[in-house]
């Protein structure tokens, strides 16, 4: 076996009241594909914080090329080659596309000034490299998802690169976007590049890595060879369980209708939108990206404006125009975004859990902490949310766990229409389970859920029936007993 291009031995760290990294041992070699999967809060993010300067380690070595090495802080890290990308992009959208592949890192001419024709041409050349026909002088806000990405990887390839690290890569890109990355991955392979791939789309694991480390509460499970595993063993040694069943839809009683929207028409984004939601039932949205999903559902929660159309709840007409004018209807709404949307990440679990409701711990004109901090706990036990510490600052959770207190927020109030957009986006198997649960039981009470997913089997597997939103137009509503991938892909595509 050749010299691994990066090993942890030993590698501890300790933050207060957990203990996210315990005596790690990982080896990445050169030009390998090397996937790191766990469910949310097993140590992956804090292991790549090490690796790329973030943190340092309390405990253990770390070697680069068979030297010892401590990493001092991320210009370090990308100076020994060490470069991230990041499940939420790292990009300036008011710039350009080669104003964010060499920001931080421009090339000055002999005069002093920046040489904006070198720049150019070697933007150039690094997004040709990646397949890209991208123009260096475009404004990279008018770029779609996957090629913002692609930059992203440009900006990391500006610098001689030994270890890309790719976390959640594919978790907001169309199946072409996909394809179009895993190709570039392989390009990167070929190169002599390592890469670490976190992702929780297990099947992605099997068509692109060499090796796998599975994390499990900050230890090593194993890593293994990605031929000597099948899907269910990984989850297994992920969960320390199998799963099987993988979506625990429950039968509830249909109740009577608690939404209706007639003809709801944002020009040039939705027309003519017509549906209703029951009691006890999960509502379905599919549809490809772009296809105007999230936009109608914001539209209903008042976040976005509509030119026309009517919306009902419980059998009555209402006007809203903002979101508190739809949470005073009994509209929660989870966003896709949890960073930027769903929480105040420099603060608290329980501050973020109480935002929703704040009015209800009020007693007289003063915040009833205690009641406050009592409801936190509630929800942080019954989402099992880890660390559970209502003063933990969510910005510091795992993905997963920010997932959990954007729903414990919605869960305080009284909401009994709850809209749930990519529910399980970038977070784990087991974790995505527990979403699915916390969905049952609110249906059993009675409340009503519309769930937007872009993962089809996940949209087959909870749906009572499904919507098909194609180019702004609602294109099909699939009963549960006709619902195939097939069936929405025809309706998805419907007009393309």
């Not at 050749?2 to 207060?16: A, N």
């Not at 990206?289 to 009555?316: H, L, M, Q």
């Amino acid at each position: 076996m050749k010299q691994p291009l990066i090993e942890l031995k030993g590698v501890s760290k300790v933050f207060p009241g957990v203990k996210a990294l315990d005596s790690i041992d990982l080896d990445v070699l050169p030009g390998e594909i090397h996937g790191l999967i766990g469910e949310n809060g097993a140590g992956k993010s804090t292991l790549i914080k090490i690796l790329t300067g973030a943190y340092t380690n309390d405990e253990g070595k770390l070697f680069i090329e068979g030297k010892e090495t401590v990493i001092q802080n991320p210009k370090h890290a990308m100076s020994l080659g060490i470069n991230a990308i990041y499940q939420e992009l790292n990009i300036m959208p008011e710039l350009t596309v080669l104003d964010n592949i060499f920001m931080g890192r421009e090339v000055k001419g002999k005069n002093g000034l920046l040489d904006k024709k070198m720049m150019t041409e070697k933007a150039q050349e690094l997004l040709k490299d990646l397949g890209q026909n991208i123009d260096p002088k475009s404004s990279i806000a008018n770029l779609g998802m996957g090629h913002q990405q692609m930059v992203e990887i440009a900006k990391a390839l500006t610098v001689e690169t030994k270890l890309l690290i790719m976390d959640e890569p594919t978790s907001s890109l169309s199946e072409k976007e996909v394809r179009e990355l895993m190709k570039t991955i392989r390009g990167l392979k070929e190169k002599g590049i390592a890469i670490i791939f976190i992702s929780h789309r297990l099947p992605e694991l099997f068509e692109i890595c060499d090796r796998v480390t599975v994390m499990r509460d900050g230890k090593k499970v194993k890593t293994l060879g990605i031929e000597e595993l099948t899907e269910d063993e990984l989850i297994k040694l992920m969960v320390g369980r199998s799963l099987k069943q993988q979506f625990p839809k429950i039968e509830t009683k249909i109740g009577e209708e608690i939404l209706r929207v007639e003809n709801l028409t944002s020009e040039g984004v939705f027309e003519n939108v017509n549906f209703n939601l029951k009691r006890g039932e999960i509502l379905g949205i599919a549809g490809l990206v772009g296809a105007g999903r999230t936009e109608i559902v914001r539209a209903i929660f008042g976040a976005d404006p509509i030119n026309s159309g009517k919306i009902y709840i419980k059998g009555n007409e209402v006007k809203i125009k903002s979101p508190s004018d739809a949470m005073k209807n009994g509209i929660a709404f989870l966003t896709e975004d949890r960073k930027g949307q769903g929480l105040i990440l420099g603060n608290t679990i329980d501050f973020n859990m109480s935002i929703s409701c704040y009015d209800d711990f009020k007693s007289g004109f003063l915040i009833d902490i205690k009641k406050m901090k009592q409801a936190a706990i509630d929800n942080i036990e019954k989402l099992k949310i880890s660390p559970p510490v209502p003063s933990f600052i969510a910005g510091k959770l795992s993905g997963g766990n920010q997932q959990k207190v954007v729903i414990g927020k919605w869960l305080n109030t009284n909401a009994d229409i709850f809209i749930f957009d990519e529910p399980t986006r970038g977070i784990d198997v087991g974790a995505k389970v527990e979403v699915y649960n916390i969905m049952n039981d609110l249906i059993s009470k009675g409340a009503a859920v519309i769930m937007i997913s872009s993962e089809l089997p996940e949209v087959i597997g909870m749906s009572d029936r499904v919507l098909v939103i194609s180019e702004g137009k609602l294109t099909a509503e699939i009963a549960r007993e006709d619902l195939t991938q097939e069936n929405i892909m025809k309706a998805a595509t419907a007009g393309h």
